[in-house]
Structures are given as C-alpha cells and as structure tokens.
C-alpha cells in the first residue's frame, strides 16, 4: 500500500564537465531546487524541509538565499559514496509521513571547478582503518579498490568483460537520446569501447563515471497536498537503507568481499513493496564503475550472479526492447555524475512518462544508489 508521501516536483541545473561550470556549487544547488519547486507548482516559501546526502550546502544558507520560511526538518545520511541517494529520498519520505514537515526538498550539488574531490591519487599522510592494509601497497583511487572486488566476483560467478561493455553501451546509447546528457552526441561502439586504455583491470576508460559539475533535486509532499499542485504525483512505494552484518568492514573480516552490499537492501524493499523484481520495467542502477552494476542487478534480485551474462546480452538492458532497460538517461556514465541524484530524478521522470527513454506503460521505477557502498539503498516509485 502507497504510503502519505510522493515526489511533486523534479529539477535540475545544467550539467556541465568537470570545473566547467560558471556557477559556484551553492548557485547550482540553488538553481536546481527553484527548478524542482516551481516543476511542482509551488512556491519557495512552502518548503519546509531539506535532505541531502554527502553535501556541503547547508540549510541555513538555503533558507536564507532562496527566502524559505520556518523549517521544520533537515537531515542528511550517513555513508561515504552515492549509496546516500535513495535513502535521502526515504528520510524526506519518513518526515512528510509522520508529519513531521509538509514539504521537503532533497538535493544534491557538485561543481568540481571550485571543490575538487577525486583524480590521480594522493600521497596518504597516514593510513587508517581498512586502508592501513591496502594503502601501503598501493591500492589509493576509488577504481583499483572497487576493480578488486570486481575482478574477483567476475572469476567467482564467470562473469565476462562484455557484461562490463553491456553495461557502458547501454548508458552511451540512452545519452544518445537525451540532450541534458554530457555524453550527449557522442556514441560508442563496443570496439571503441574494448580498445579504451585500462584504468585498473577489469575497468578500461569507459567503465569508470566522469566527474562533473551540476545539480539536481525533487520535491517530497503528501498525496493529499499533491492533488491540488501541477503536477500528478509520484508515489513512494517503498524504500530501503541498511547493511548486513559486517558489510563494508573491508579488511576487518568483510563476510562478503566481492558485493555490492544490496542483498538486505533487496530484501526489505520487495519486502515492504509487496512487489518482486519480475514487476519492475526499468531500473536506473548507481554506476561510479560499472562492476559494482552487474553486482546490484544480482543482489537486488533480478537474476543469480550466475546468469548475470546471458541476462544483460544483446541488448537486454537497453531501451526499447530489453527486458529491462537501465539507466534510460544515460546514468552517471552518460548522462552526468551529480553523485547518483539524477538517477534518482529518471526514475520519477519514468513514472510521469516524461523520460527521453520512456518505458511504455511503466507503473513501476526503481532507484538503486550506491552499490559497492555501505549502506546501501533503493527506493522504488509508483503511479499514486
């Protein structure tokens, strides 16, 4: 059963390549969240609410720049990659349903012009944690930890590289139809794709996101409230945040070491939704490297690690005629990495029938952020 909660309004800044953008990253998150209220039909002064996830702009100056009245709650989530996506949604989700805030806006900015956050890796000063085994040796940049873990999956489950291409092909192609894209304009064959430079096997180029400048946010209100506003909601049919028991604990004796640290998010989603994976259309899949896709895909229950080759072949996961197209924006490989939050947005664009990859008939939407990541989530959208 839908809960009190839906999403009202979407909106976004431009999306621009890394350090290219002329706003700072407070103007971009500004921008995206006037886009995403006035997609609603609201205005600023009905915000009651912010939520983000990893994200530098407070709400105290957002309130005060964008004249938004008393808030009510704030928050933000724990977790240290795009993982915080769908569970920043659920919070916003969680507020609006018990009451605690009537309007709540969910955020993301990026602008890595003026705040620099990945590239060549650094000398470390000192090692802590899980990185005093692996940092001594080398092991530094996101890519080579999580082309680990993947590498080893791929031998376990017999996993081929194409399933990596698959997955990159089908973000390049779907960009291909939307102009907001940064890939936009420009496609990519398999061969180009297999020829790229290696980054840290399994991964070449192309298997690891860009980084990029831009924003992006939704607007969390009730459904009785939605009635009345611009546009037709989009329920929040269920949500899901959480780990197993020592997920993510690395070298302090990790059970699972190749994963993508959905298996208990997975569970209490279909769980809560009172849906199986079967029900779903589309999927848009948080992709800073592409393994940790073919590991959600798995894990969130679409198919066994097993099948994860025949299941994403031959254009399974492309738009139109897969059986299950992802990333239908082109995801953060294609369309722009705002940290996961505009796969967030397409999975509301598909419910509303607005997307440049419209799924036909799609009454179902599914957001999975941050595999390779714990805590995981996912959030899954339905027609209100």
């Not at 899980?130 to 940092?135: F, I, K, L, Q, S």
């Not at 092991?139 to 194409?162: F, K, N, P, W």
């Not at 005629?321 to 490989?333: C, E, I, M």
Request: hydrophobic letters at 40%; glycine letters at 12%.
């Amino acid at each position: 059963m839908h809960g009190a909660a839906a999403v009202v309004g979407v909106g976004e800044s431009t999306y621009y390549k890394r350090g290219e953008a002329s706003e700072t990253e407070f103007q971009l998150a500004c921008i995206a969240i006037r886009n995403a209220v006035a997609d609603a039909g609201l205005a600023l002064q009905d915000v009651d609410g912010f939520v983000s996830y990893m994200d530098r702009n407070e709400p105290v100056r957002l309130s005060a720049a964008l004249g938004v009245g008393d808030l009510d709650f704030t928050a933000q989530t724990f977790g240290g990659g795009g993982n915080g996506a769908a569970a920043a949604v659920s919070l916003a989700d969680a507020a609006v349903s018990a009451g605690y805030a009537d309007c709540v806006v969910v955020f993301r900015a990026l602008a890595q012009g003026q705040f620099h956050r990945y590239g060549q890796a650094g000398r470390p000063r000192r090692s802590r944690g899980a990185a005093a085994y692996t940092a001594p040796y080398g092991m530094l940049s996101a890519a080579q930890i999580c082309a680990m873990q993947t590498m080893r999956y791929m031998d376990e489950h017999g996993v081929s590289q194409d399933s990596l291409a698959e997955v990159v092909l089908a973000c390049f192609e779907h960009a291909q139809r939307n102009p907001r894209a940064i890939r936009y304009g420009t496609p990519l064959t398999r061969e180009e794709y297999h020829a790229s430079r290696w980054v840290a096997e399994p991964f070449h180029l192309y298997d690891c996101c860009p980084e990029n400048d831009g924003a992006a946010a939704i607007v969390v209100s009730t459904r009785e409230r939605a009635r009345d506003l611009a546009r037709e909601p989009v329920a929040i049919l269920a949500a899901a945040h959480g780990l197993e028991h020592r997920d993510g604990v690395g070298a302090f004796g990790e059970a699972h070491f190749p994963t993508a640290h959905h298996r208990h998010v997975g569970r209490r989603l279909w769980h809560r939704a009172g849906v199986k994976p079967a029900d779903v259309p589309v999927a848009q899949f948080y992709e800073n490297f592409t393994g940790p896709v073919l590991m959600a895909i798995a894990e969130m229950g679409f198919c066994e690690a097993g099948e994860l080759d025949d299941f994403v072949a031959d254009g399974n996961i492309r738009w139109p005629a897969g059986r299950l197209p992802v990333n239908t924006s082109g995801g953060n490989l294609g369309e722009g990495y705002i940290h996961g939050f505009g796969n967030v947005v397409e999975a509301v664009r598909q419910i509303r029938g607005e997307s440049t990859c419209q799924v036909e008939g799609a009454e179902l939407s599914l957001s999975v952020s941050g595999p390779g990541f714990a805590p995981g989530s996912a959030v899954l959208f339905a027609k209100a």
